[in-house]
């Protein structure tokens, strides 16, 4: 499984690169032709020689190999304008990077010291570890947050034949890189939902200023 885990190494900093220039401003009004070159473009650049690596082998290098959860959903975002898929729903997304900020908080710190329970060593096959997932897996499916369900059984199944190099089911589930920006993101909610209700107050208040008749 070695050249596999190599080959999804190099697809995950692939995968990670487009989604960084997908964000670029405009590109998303590209046709689904143009998409489709620029994706060609950018494969092609990120598997171009420099040296005696390609340039993905050294964006790997800074960011790690990346956690199933993290390819199926950056994957899922590059390919959706190519088939013509609906975007991810507003509560899937939120009910998602709220599961991988509560892991990441229970994980990273306790996994680092803190505490006298090491939540890692639970991913070395711990039947009731397993057990929590697929309950989690068939939860979030009949709730219809499918790409939560498949992200969790594709990354056991990924586990379970040992793709990675890690024996560890943690790193198929989650990386530092889908923490920070999970946790950035409820962060984010957070916030709007705390304007929310003064600014809903501030435009009841000008609309009043607006009809009321002045004397």
Known sequence: MG??????GLAGAVVA???SLMLVPGIERLTKSRMVLLMGAILGAALLPLGELPAAAYVRSVIGDLSITTILWLGYGL????LGGLPIATRTRVVLQALVAIAAVALYPLA????LFDPYRLGYG??????GLLALA???WFARFYIIA???AFAVLAWAIGWYESNNLWDYLLD???SLYALGAIVYWGMKALRAPRGAIEEERGLRQLITPRS
């Open 112 to 115: 680092l010291g803190i505490g």
């Open 3 to 8: 050249s596999m885990h190599n080959m999804t």
């Open 176 to 178: 530092p890189l889908v």
């Open 138 to 140: 068939l939860a979030t």
């Open 150 to 152: 498949l992200s969790v």
């Open 126 to 131: 711990n039947p009731w570890f397993l057990g």
């Open 17 to 19: 690169i487009a989604a």
């Open 79 to 82: 390919l959706r304008p190519l």
